[in-house]
């Protein structure tokens, strides 16, 4: 996220005080599940015309799974609210990886699923880990969304030079892509906010668990666009 951070959090909930567990809040049978609605509508509703192929929709319904209710909300109403949910599908994740049609969804579902299993591979069609810690939710959710950005880039650039740096950066335009949705959770729950902005920032001064955190989601992130693309191109 960049320097603007979208709420000062921090300030209200120093990471010195975020707990290691029990910040996943559960949610009723009754909430709906926004994430697999959008999961529905990819496939036969309203956004169907868009050809997402059906082995990126399987992934991400997977990973659905492993989300907690509150993270997929928060997942769906930033996806929705981007406004550019069509760019995000669609899209090419870059010139020098991923660089096909669909290439930002299938770099951000690849990245989400290193976050939970470093040694998942997508070809063998095994599934996630049955449980997945809290904390690997965060990374893998803040993995997903790390260049959400992008569909506010006319043009696609490189990212292989930003895995030299020594802490990598989200795109510029995460926190304006999520800044409503994150204002929401944090209402709702603001401990979960807090993590998503602390592991999302790069703020010095972090406690060992962020910096953990923070670098699961990089190294993630980073193997997503070592990776190469299963997708045919279109």
Same mark, same amino acid.
């Given at each position: 996220?960049?320097?603007?951070?979208?709420?000062?959090?921090?300030?209200?909930?120093?990471?010195?005080?975020?707990?290691?567990?029990?910040?996943?809040?559960?949610?009723?049978?009754?909430?709906?599940?926004?994430? #697999?609605?959008?999961?529905?509508?990819?496939?036969?509703?309203?956004?169907? $015309? +868009?050809?997402?192929?059906?082995? +990126?929709?399987?992934? @991400?319904?997977?990973?659905?799974?492993?989300?907690?209710?509150?993270?997929? &909300?928060?997942?769906? *109403?930033?996806?929705?609210?981007?406004?550019? @949910?069509?760019?995000?599908?669609?899209?090419?994740?870059?010139?020098?990886?991923?660089?096909?049609? $669909?290439?930002?969804?299938?770099?951000?579902? =690849?990245?989400? &699923?290193?976050?939970?299993? %470093?040694?998942?591979? %997508? !070809?063998?069609?095994?599934?996630?880990?049955?449980?997945?810690?809290?904390? *690997?939710?965060?990374?893998?959710? =803040?993995?997903?969304?790390?260049?959400?950005?992008?569909? $506010? /880039? &006319?043009?696609?650039?490189?990212?292989?030079?930003?895995?030299?740096?020594?802490?990598? *950066?989200?795109?510029?335009?995460?926190?304006?892509?999520? !800044?409503?949705?994150?204002? =929401?959770?944090?209402?709702?729950?603001?401990?979960?906010?807090?993590?998503?902005?602390?592991? #999302?920032?790069?703020? /010095?001064?972090? =406690? %060992?668990?962020?910096?953990? #955190?923070?670098?699961?989601?990089?190294?993630?992130?980073?193997?997503?666009?070592?990776?190469?693309?299963?997708?045919?191109?279109?």
């Amino acid at each position: 996220m960049n320097s603007d951070s979208i709420d000062r959090s921090w300030r209200a909930l120093p990471a010195l005080r975020l707990p290691l567990s029990g910040f996943l809040e559960e949610r009723g049978q009754g909430v709906d599940n926004l994430l #697999a609605t959008l999961v529905r509508r990819i496939t036969g509703g309203n956004l169907a $015309y +868009l050809g997402v192929p059906a082995d +990126l929709v399987y992934r @991400l319904a997977c990973l659905c799974s492993r989300w907690s209710p509150d993270l997929q &909300e928060f997942i769906a *109403q930033v996806l929705e609210r981007s406004g550019n @949910l069509d760019h995000f599908l669609t899209q090419p994740a870059a010139t020098d990886h991923h660089a096909d049609m $669909y290439g930002l969804l299938e770099a951000s579902i =690849t990245a989400a &699923e290193f976050a939970m299993n %470093a040694d998942h591979d %997508a !070809r063998s069609r095994k599934p996630l880990p049955p449980i997945v810690s809290e904390l *690997q939710q965060i990374c893998s959710a =803040t993995a997903f969304l790390f260049d959400l950005g992008k569909v $506010y /880039s &006319e043009h696609p650039g490189q990212d292989l030079p930003r895995s030299a740096r020594r802490q990598l *950066q989200p795109h510029a335009d995460l926190s304006r892509c999520w !800044r409503s949705s994150w204002t =929401t959770l944090a209402r709702r729950n603001p401990i979960l906010a807090a993590w998503l902005d602390q592991v #999302a920032g790069r703020r /010095s001064g972090a =406690t %060992a668990a962020v910096r953990a #955190a923070r670098a699961l989601t990089h190294n993630a992130v980073r193997a997503s666009w070592r990776s190469d693309s299963q997708l045919l191109p279109v």
